[in-house]
C-alpha cells in the first residue's frame, strides 16, 4: 500500500466476545492500516448506506424498465 493512499473498507465481520456472549462489527481492514493510509473509512458506518442507496436506486430503474 502506498503512504497516504485512500482505504475504503467494504467488508464486515461479526466478531462475538467469549467472556461477555456480546458481539461487535468490525472491517476487514487490519486497524494498523490507519497509521499508513491517508483515510480509512470506518466499518460500521462507513460505505454501507451508500451501498443501500444506490442498490435501491438500482431496483427502481429495473422495475421501471420492466414496466416501460
Known amino acids: 500500500m502506498q503512504p497516504g493512499a485512500a482505504v475504503i473498507d467494504v467488508g464486515i465481520t461479526r466478531v462475538v466476545n467469549e467472556e461477555t456472549g456480546k458481539a461487535k462489527l468490525h472491517g476487514d481492514v487490519d486497524p494498523a492500516v490507519a497509521s499508513v493510509a491517508g ?6 458506518g462507513g460505505v454501507g448506506p451508500m451501498t443501500r442507496a444506490m442498490l435501491m436506486k438500482n431496483v427502481v430503474e429495473a422495475a421501471e424498465r420492466q414496466l416501460s
Open 39 to 44: 483515510f480509512l473509512s470506518p466499518t460500521p
